[in-house]
């Protein structure tokens, strides 16, 4: 089982601009981006996160003289799980899963005892929506947009074609940030696109689809860099995908009957809740059928392995937390029920594939 370094991590670029505006931060920097913040004082610092760009993607898709390979610094990895909920809200926070609990698609909250698909505010699996926003509500966090605007002179801006200030599709997205360094004489964006991610959900990593959709990025962030002056722009990922498939535990009635209740985080981290008396055979018969596919922890093993991060976790962190989690480790995917989309690709496990994604960095006179 390969594993994440939190010392060399997506967590290290929001705490490398924290520290770039001489703000406290929560966890490592990333050296590589100090360095270049440093050199350079540049007046606006944009980041673009294409979710899904995994660096095995890039590289097995681009030559070494295309705009995002060329420019790229580092290889770093994702936070655990390998999923946009986790690591999305480590990128805008510069907090480790742990520390910020929202550990995945659908997170337990032990308080009300409920799995929770917190983006969508729904009970998991059904169709009931709460009247408040149950992720704020128990995991609460500051943006560093929040903290950048109340504490510095410069303009901080969240892009997003679902929070923060909207735009409407990709050419939007880079009209916008380019308006926005014309407008304000200092700038932080964060620009977050939806794809490749969306597009290899439905159609598969490697399909032409997918391929095209980052040669279009790759030409559409060149061309950015030419029309704006004195900024660096970084270029990163969440998190890589895998073609996958599912396993259903309601295949497997004797495992399924050990169950008190559906599984947490996403597919290819699927936290479960088991019967107390039931554990000694869940194990048992967990490592009969799927021991080559998927790493069995405890919640003990979880804690003592750090996983989900180091340092001090929130303080509803182990609550959150099943009686054991299924780690994919090969292109398997595991599923409470039949139900909800079929998707051909999938992330949250922990292969190269998964955990691996570039730091690009480009700076502009």
Known sequence: MKRINYSNSIVGIPNSILKYFGIGYFNSTSK???????????????????DGMGFNFLKNNLSKKDFLLKNTKKVISS??????????????????PNQHCWLGWDNYIKPINKVVTLYLNKEKDTDNTFDENIG?????????????????????????????????????????????????????????????????HKYGVNSIESINQLHLLNIKIEE???????????VTA??????????????YEEIFDCLL????????AS???????????????????????????????IIQSSIFGIGKGHKLFKSCLGDYIAIAIKNKNIKYKRNGKELLANHAGLTKEEIYVPLIIKNIK
């Not at 950015?224 to 970084?234: A, E, F, P, Q, R």
């Not at 209740?261 to 290819?268: Q, V």
């Open 32 to 50: 590589v981006l100090d360095k270049y913040l440093n050199k350079y004082n540049p007046q606006n610092i944009i980041i673009i996160l294409c």
């Open 79 to 96: 936070v655990f799980p390998t999923t946009t909920t986790a690591a999305t809200t480590s990128i805008i926070t510069g907090l480790t």
């Open 136 to 200: 704020f509500k128990f995991f609460p966090y500051k943006t560093i947009f929040d903290i950048i605007n109340q504490k510095t002179n410069t303009k901080a801006t969240y892009l997003s074609p679902f929070t923060g200030t909207y735009y409407k599709d990709i050419d939007d997205m880079f009209n916008q940030i380019i308006l926005l360094t014309q407008k304000h004489s200092h700038n932080f964006i964060y620009a977050y696109y939806d794809n490749p991610d969306a597009i290899m």
């Open 224 to 234: 950015l860099t030419k029309k704006i002056n004195n900024s660096i722009v970084i």
């Open 238 to 251: 969440d998190h890589g995908l895998i073609d996958s498939s599912n396993i259903y535990l309601e295949d």
């Open 261 to 268: 209740h559906t599984t947490s985080i996403d597919s290819r």
């Open 271 to 301: 936290m479960m809740f088991v019967k107390h008396e039931k554990k000694a055979l869940f194990e048992k018969l967990f490592q009969n059928y799927f021991k080559k596919d998927f790493v069995l922890l405890s919640k003990e093993e």
